[in-house]
């Protein structure tokens, strides 16, 4: 989608009141083109946005009709899964050309849809992206330089914290639960699993857990290889991959999720291979709300409009 430089892109974001739309408030804040028209919440309609400086903005409530009707050039679903379609539909009954970038697991199946991981993909030209999962999002930086020579499932284990269940109470959410715990939950067939498996092409066994921390994923996977391979071989193939990539960084140690809380990148490190050479761990750390939800977004949604990827990204 090509722009006059001089015109802004009008933006609506609905779910903004949500943790991931708060992120994205604090992105869109910062950049040049992007402007936030409408910002959609139920319960905060008629607050003050804050976060958002640029003009004066307050919360409203609009039915998908409303919104499909403000013909904006890019539109936000931040939206708890299952809610995108009447949106959606509402959009294409206008035969609007807006720009959607939807953070949902809604679409990410759907080959009308663009998924895009910004690392590993391009969504120039694109008007309807799906934006990956957060665990998804760990687990494919972990594999996708490996993946022509991977034997067999790979096997994730992840730790979320409690932000990547969202606002909506349940045990995931509950502090009481979670103080002094971790919880293992969905042991087999979690959506992130079959989202890797089918957009790698790679088979994928996942288990996820959360924990009392409340930003952050730490992601181990193990990997058979085809052949022996050296630490050095591995590591070339992330570094590789990654180079031009200043959002995700390679690096020999293990990376924590204290090292990665509010920060925009992934950290991907910790390689250790077996005397065989054929057995590899790597480890992967992110912050859900940011490269795992909000801040792909933001590059996804630049990349549709031909601008740079990291723009009102900082990342140093
Ligand atoms: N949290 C995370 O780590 C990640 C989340 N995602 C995905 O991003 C999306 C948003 O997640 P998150 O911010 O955590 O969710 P939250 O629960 O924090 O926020 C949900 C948002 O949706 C709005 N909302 C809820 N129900 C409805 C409804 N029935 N109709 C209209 N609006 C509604 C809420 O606002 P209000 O009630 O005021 O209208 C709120 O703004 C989800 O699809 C999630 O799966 C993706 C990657 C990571
Ligand atoms: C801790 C926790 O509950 N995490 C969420 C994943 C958050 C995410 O990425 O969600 P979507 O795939 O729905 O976009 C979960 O396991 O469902």
Known sequence: ??????QPISVALIGARGYVGEELIRLLNQHPVFELALAVSRSKQGQAVNGYSNNTLYYQDATPAQVAEGNYDLIFLALPNGLAQSYVTEIDRLSSQSVIVDLSADYRFDKSWYYSLPELSQTTDQIRISNPGCYATAMQLS?????PVIDGAAHCFGVSGYSGA???????NNLELLKDN??????????????????????????PHVASFFRGISMTTHISLQQPMTLEEVIEKFKK??????LIEVRETIPLVKDI????????GGFKLDKSGCHLVVCCALDNLLKGAAVQALQNANQAFNLNSLEAINYD
């Open 166 to 172: 969202g606002t909506n109470p349940s045990d995931k």
């Open 143 to 147: 594999l996708a330089p490996l993946t």
């Open 182 to 207: 971790l919880i293992p939950y969905q042991l087999s067939e979690h959506l992130h699993e079959k989202e890797v498996s089918h957009h790698l092409d790679t088979d994928v066994k996942f288990t």
């Open 1 to 6: 989608m090509s722009h006059s430089n001089s």
């Open 261 to 268: 809380q509010g920060k925009v990148g992934a950290i991907v």
């Open 241 to 246: 991959l990654y180079q031009h990539h200043p």
